[in-house]
């Protein structure tokens, strides 16, 4: 662990929104070592080889062939990537993970689910919360591929609402196992794992507990059907029913009652990945997209010369670029907490219980960002594709599918996008991150006679920064306004909270796509960086676009008369350009870079 990664003032999670984080202090793609990008690049070979070049199988519902390549996976040491060393994994560190899950999504979300739901949910709750015993016992096996693991949280009556499931885990007579019994649905990786993850109530616990099950159909446990589905052809989701199935109480996760913690504590960690398994699949379809806009001739031109394709090219490389950018900002400050905390004397296992935790916030907006970036994206891929994207003979079609699972689980968008401005509102509560003297002080503005200066413009982004800097404000207006106006309540605002929640999300990823350019201007020239700097500038033009309209739409369902004037004066403030960009100069800009190198080449 670097020095450096541990001296540095990491800001902690949340606070984005009231400390300013200087592009010196972000970590970038461009900034990978030599071994990350072996890693990058083995990953995309092996997918490439044996996933991209046979994704038709996936679409037929070749489950052995998922199975199968998962074990090729594990060979290659793709499944241990985030596994201790200790417990036969390569131990390394959390953008070397995330890495990883990133390049080895992009052909086939059916892959990509298999892998998320082994190396993630299936495994990790026991690198995380087992015992030495349980991690000796299961852990390497996990990470060599030689079993495969599954997570049972959901049940046909528990789904976004998970603490509230009926199974029923009940203590032996002799005290030495528990039975349990239970219908769990949804369950990927069910139709050939060989352990699960069970989450089981004991008595009438106000929580589950999580258990580790061995996979044993003599032991109660059976299956239904594979699941139709609309997309991930491929990946195994069934039913898993449990019938008095015996469990050694030495398997027992964590302890009584800790279940829905771990359960939690596995999606802020699942909810990143799932961010990161949402960015190659972009890549790839851009860059089909782009050769087959390149080639296709209508009314004697290539389409890609058409301002309406060129602008759906410039979007989806622009969106696609601002999710790289936020998913390894994140990851980075995940990894550096992590290696702080253990500076601190924690273990490995609680630095990173404890460094994912921090950024759960982070964690849920680049869920939600990114699984719909990649939606839009794959849509507007069959969109260039024209009649050719609608056929199930082109890789669009299944991308679109593919692409709709990401949205609803690891908890839904909606789910996601509550608890971005609720965790927020506790970890200011908690004096974690101080939201209530910078609102204030946007209230003072408020009330204040604005500036009628016309400030110095010049330097890169200057008017960009200072564009961000008061959109932070519009944030801190509308909710301030909001928790002073509902308090605890304002949890049963869900329209605000989702308003306030998109604010939120635009002035992260905004942020962390203008500070990447920032610093890659700086060290390899603004010329270097022309078209990144015109997707920065408009990432930003189109989240101000955002934040206008959910602003609005906040200020007016809680304010009324003077109050609801001043905030919608305060909003127009807040939101003004002093010089407004050519978005469609930018757009046919990004367009034409992209256009002629016959994809996405900002990675
Ligand atoms: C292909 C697939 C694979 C899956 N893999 C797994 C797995 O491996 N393990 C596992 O345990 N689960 C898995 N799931 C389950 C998945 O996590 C759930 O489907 C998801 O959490 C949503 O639960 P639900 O389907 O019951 O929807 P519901 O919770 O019934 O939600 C229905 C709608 O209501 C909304 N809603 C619900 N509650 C609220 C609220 N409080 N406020 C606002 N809106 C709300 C939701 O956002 C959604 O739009 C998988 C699901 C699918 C489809």
């Not at 528990?178 to 699960?196: P, R």
């Not at 019938?243 to 913690?261: A, H, I, Q, W």
């Not at 010369?305 to 390894?328: H, L, P, Q, V």
Request: glycine share 8%.
């Amino acid at each position: 662990m670097s020095t450096e990664a541990i001296k540095k003032d990491i800001l902690r999670g949340g606070q984005f929104l009231v400390k300013e984080t200087k592009c010196e202090d972000i970590f970038t793609l461009e900034d990978l070592s030599e071994e990350q990008k072996m890693m990058r690049d083995s990953t995309k070979e092996f997918v490439d080889r044996e996933l991209w070049a046979h994704w038709e199988r996936f679409e037929k519902k070749d489950y052995a062939y998922t199975e199968e390549c998962m074990r090729k996976a594990g060979e290659l040491g793709l499944l241990s990537v985030a596994v201790p060393e200790s417990y036969g994994g390569m131990g390394m560190g959390f953008v070397s993970t995330m890495l990883v899950c990133d390049y080895i999504s992009g052909a086939t979300g059916s892959f990509s689910t298999a892998f998320g739901a082994h190396t993630g949910i299936g495994t990790m709750p026991i690198t995380l919360y087992g015992t030495e015993e349980q991690k000796q016992k299961y852990v390497p096996k996990l990470a060599s591929g030689e079993w495969f693991g599954a997570y049972c949280l959901t049940e046909p009556g528990a789904g976004s609402d998970a603490n509230s499931g009926k199974t029923k885990a009940v203590l032996s007579e002799d005290g030495k196992h528990y039975n349990i019994t239970g219908q769990k649905m949804w369950i990927s990786n069910a139709g050939f794992c060989n352990l699960f993850i069970v989450f089981a109530r004991i008595e009438n616990d106000k929580n589950i507990t999580g258990f580790i099950v061995e996979n044993d159909p003599s032991n109660g446990i059976s299956m239904g059907e594979e699941e139709k589905k609309l997309g991930i052809h491929s990946s195994s989701t069934r039913q898993v029913f449990f019938n008095d199935t015996k469990v050694p109480v030495e398997n027992m996760l964590s302890t009584r009652g800790n279940g829905f913690k771990i359960a939690m504590n596995a999606l802020n960690v699942g909810r990143i990945k799932l961010a990161a398994a949402c960015l190659e699949a972009q890549r790839r379809v851009i860059g089909e997209a782009t050769k087959y806009a390149n080639e296709r001739i209508q009314f004697k031109t290539p389409i890609i010369n058409f301002g309406a394709i060129k602008a759906k090219i410039a979007n989806m490389a622009t969106n696609c670029y601002a999710d790289e950018s936020a998913c390894y900002r994140a990851a980075k400050n995940i990894e550096d907490r992590i290696a702080m905390r253990e500076a601190d004397g924690n273990s490995h296992q609680e630095a990173e219980l404890k460094g994912v935790e921090e950024y759960a916030i982070e964690c849920s907006i680049l869920k939600v960002a990114v699984s719909e970036d990649v939606q839009s994206t794959s849509d507007e891929g069959i969109q260039i594709f024209g009649g050719m994207g609608f056929s199930a003979d082109t890789p669009m079609e299944s991308a679109w599918r593919d692409a709709r699972i990401s949205r609803i689980y690891e908890g839904t968008n909606e789910i996601n996008r509550m608890l971005v401005v609720g965790m927020l509102v506790k970890k200011a509560m908690k004096g974690h991150v101080d939201l209530l003297g910078p609102a204030t002080k946007v209230g003072e503005e408020l009330m204040g006679i604005p500036s009628f200066e016309t400030p110095d413009f010049s330097e890169l982004f200057a008017e960009e920064k200072d564009v961000l800097a008061r959109l932070k404000k519009v944030f801190l207006m509308v909710a301030g306004a909001a928790v002073q106006k509902y308090g605890p309540d304002l949890e049963n605002h869900q329209q605000l909270m989702l308003s306030a929640s998109d604010i939120l999300i635009e002035i992260y990823m905004a942020e962390s796509t203008i500070l990447r350019t920032e610093k890659n201007a700086k060290r390899f020239g603004e010329d270097a960086q022309a078209t990144q700097i015109a997707m920065s500038k408009l990432y930003l033009y189109t989240a101000v676009d955002t934040i206008i309209q959910k602003g609005k739409e906040a200020i007016v369902s809680f304010a009324e008369g003077d109050e609801q004037r001043m905030m919608l004066m305060g909003l127009k403030r807040f939101t003004k350009y002093t010089n407004l960009p050519n978005v469609v100069a930018l757009r046919t800009q990004i367009a034409d870079q992209v256009a002629a190198a016959n994809g996405y080449t900002f990675d």
